[in-house]
């Protein structure tokens, strides 16, 4: 019975592990140009990876069952480190995808749901169309955010599928004609770039809203959700700063379910006051904003953050009411409170110091001479330098004199044994002479 179940167990790991292809670094070369692949970079010692590893032969084995044309392969970047340059791999596990000899970067949580959805989102149409009424409000219930080019061919067109060619890895782009939209929706002029998101209509205005893709960029989030790192790292990248609740339900729940409310309904009370200049949502937990703060904080609670400059705002009061956010806000905005942290070069010695402290405080609690060992090294290194450079510098006895001794060049003698030299000489012409 056991030996049955064993072979069954090894023969489910050999199929799913077919799924999923080793890659080195002659990969590039003997590719077919139109396959389409999505990869994994990691090293054997990367715990992360090791994590992964069951998600990713997980979503290999369900994309050949869908009869999905992408294929799944992994890359062990310390071994095969080429083919790691040639994807610009920084990072353990870096997730990537190929189509059409471009490349594409994941920054999404590993999580089965969020690959798989990457994957079949560029994978597909950089722009896909939408045919019929049905089809859009079949994809728009789906959708949170839907971006959709309404019109005829036009230069508009042509901005709209290049900025769509990069930002595919973020969100799934849409065009349709006049006639596929719903009648209540009201667009000023064609053609036109609109985003759908939470019961209103925005359309692009290239006078007001600037560049194409940099507005799709600061459009693509929800006015108000669920945010984790990944998500806060995208937003860094839009200049606009976020408004967080920072919650943790085991902590105290009811606080927690307040500040969630009041940060949702300034969000979607008053866009037209503060969506051009704030993100808002809820975090769970405080770790990633211990980090920025480089210190505790206060759970649950309310902050902004400036993540252009690593900077943030705390309120000055308890926030109680809409309009206590609102305060906050609008002093955010006119500068009456000040930023805090930032990325000056003190702020980032303070954070690299803190790093460092979090970093080697637990390996010290748990093994002690270990972390002696870790530490004395860099310290060691430090050390053997600075003893180098003080003996490079050290003259010798001839610099000193500020001369060179040279082969066959006469030096100055002390008088004493010039003195000596000479007596020698004149006892042997005295000889001589005798």
């Not at 019975?1 to 670094?25: P, R």
């Not at 990969?27 to 990869?39: A, D, H, N, S």
């Not at 799944?72 to 994807?87: I, N, P, W």
């Not at 490349?103 to 950089?126: L, S």
């Given at each position: 019975?056991?030996?049955?179940?064993?072979?069954?167990?090894?023969?489910?790991?050999?199929?799913?592990?077919?799924?999923?292809?080793?890659?080195?670094?002659t990969?590039?070369?003997?590719?077919?140009?139109?396959?389409?692949?999505?990869?994994e970079?990691?090293?054997?010692?990367?715990?992360f990876?090791?994590?992964?590893?069951?998600?990713?032969?997980?979503?290999?084995s369900?994309?050949?069952?869908?009869?999905?044309?992408?294929?799944?392969?992994?890359?062990?970047?310390?071994?095969?480190?080429?083919?790691?340059?040639?994807?610009?791999?920084?990072?353990y596990?870096?997730?990537?995808?190929?189509?059409?000899?471009?490349?594409?970067?994941?920054?999404?949580?590993?999580?089965?749901?969020?690959?798989?959805?990457?994957?079949?989102?560029?994978?597909?149409?950089?722009?896909?169309g939408?045919?019929?009424?049905?089809?859009?409000?079949?994809?728009?219930?789906?959708?949170?955010?839907?971006?959709?080019?309404?019109?005829?061919?036009?230069?508009?067109?042509?901005?709209?599928?290049?900025?769509?060619?990069?930002?595919?890895?973020?969100?799934?782009?849409?065009?349709?004609?006049?006639?596929?939209?719903?009648?209540?929706?009201?667009?000023?002029?064609?053609?036109?770039?609109?985003?759908?998101?939470?019961?209103?209509?925005?359309?692009?205005?290239?006078?007001?809203d600037?560049?194409?893709?940099?507005?799709?960029?600061?459009?693509?989030?929800?006015?108000?959700?669920?945010?984790?790192?990944?998500?806060?790292?995208?937003?860094?990248?839009?200049?606009?700063?976020?408004?967080?609740?920072?919650?943790?339900?085991?902590?105290?729940?009811?606080?927690?379910?307040?500040?969630?409310?009041?940060?949702?309904?300034?969000?979607?009370?008053?866009k037209?006051?503060?969506?051009?200049?704030?993100?808002?949502?809820?975090?769970?937990?405080?770790?990633?904003?211990?980090?920025?703060v480089?210190?505790?904080?206060?759970?649950?609670s309310?902050?902004?953050?400036?993540?252009?400059?690593?900077?943030?705002?705390?309120?000055?009061i308890?926030?109680?009411?809409?309009?206590?956010?609102?305060?906050?806000?609008?002093?955010?905005?006119?500068?009456s409170?000040?930023?805090?942290?930032?990325?000056?070069?003190?702020?980032?010695?303070?954070?690299?110091?803190?790093?460092?402290?979090?970093?080697?405080?637990?390996?010290?609690?748990?093994?002690?001479?270990v972390?002696?060992?870790?530490?004395?090294?860099?310290?060691?290194?430090?050390?053997?330098?600075?003893?180098?450079?003080?003996?490079?510098?050290?003259?010798?006895?001839?610099?000193?004199?500020?001369?060179?001794?040279?082969?066959?060049?006469?030096?100055?003698?002390?008088?004493g044994k010039?003195?000596?030299?000479?007596?020698?000489?004149?006892?042997?012409?005295?000889?001589?002479?005798?």
């Open positions: 019975m056991k030996t049955t179940v064993i072979l069954t167990v090894l023969l489910g790991m050999t199929a799913v592990s077919a799924y999923v292809e080793e890659l080195d670094d990969f590039m070369e003997t590719k077919e140009e139109t396959e389409i692949w999505l990869i970079f990691y090293s054997p010692w990367c715990a990876c090791k994590q992964l590893d069951p998600v990713w032969h997980s979503i290999g369900e994309l050949r069952s869908l009869g999905s044309p992408v294929r799944v392969g992994k890359s062990d970047a310390t071994a095969h480190t080429g083919l790691a340059k040639e994807f610009k791999v920084r990072g596990p870096a997730i990537m995808m190929l189509k059409n000899d471009r490349k594409y970067n994941y920054e999404g949580p590993r999580t089965k749901d969020g690959i798989m959805d990457f994957a079949n989102r560029v994978a597909g149409p950089d722009v896909r939408l045919p019929s009424q049905q089809m859009f409000q079949h994809v728009i219930s789906r959708q949170p955010v839907m971006f959709v080019y309404i019109g005829a061919s036009s230069p508009l067109k042509g901005n709209y599928t290049a900025a769509a060619k990069e930002l595919i890895v973020h969100t799934y782009f849409f065009s349709a004609g006049r006639d596929i939209l719903p009648k209540d929706v009201n667009i000023p002029k064609l053609p036109a770039v609109a985003v759908f998101k939470e019961d209103t209509v925005l359309t692009y205005n290239e006078e007001t600037g560049d194409l893709k940099m507005w799709i960029n600061r459009e693509r989030f929800r006015s108000y959700s669920k945010i984790d790192s990944y998500t806060l790292y995208s937003m860094g990248n839009t200049g606009k700063m976020v408004a967080l609740a920072l919650v943790d339900d085991r902590a105290s729940w009811e606080k927690s379910r307040r500040y969630k409310n009041l940060v949702e309904q300034v969000a979607l009370n008053h037209e006051l503060y969506s051009k200049d704030f993100y808002f949502g809820y975090m769970e937990g405080g770790d990633y904003v211990k980090g920025l480089m210190g505790e904080v206060l759970m649950p309310i902050i902004v953050l400036n993540l252009a400059n690593d900077g943030y705002f705390l309120p000055p308890v926030m109680e009411t809409e309009q206590h956010l609102m305060d906050f806000l609008n002093g955010v905005l006119d500068k409170f000040e930023c805090q942290g930032g990325n000056s070069v003190s702020q980032r010695v303070r954070r690299l110091v803190y790093e460092a402290r979090n970093t080697l405080t637990p390996l010290f609690e748990r093994a002690p001479m972390g002696c060992v870790l530490l004395s090294i860099p310290v060691v290194g430090v050390a053997w330098i600075c003893y180098m450079g003080y003996k490079w510098k050290v003259p010798s006895q001839g610099e000193k004199d500020g001369q060179e001794a040279l082969p066959g060049a006469q030096t100055e003698e002390s008088p010039s003195g000596a030299i000479e007596q020698k000489k004149k006892s042997a012409t005295e000889k001589k002479s005798d």
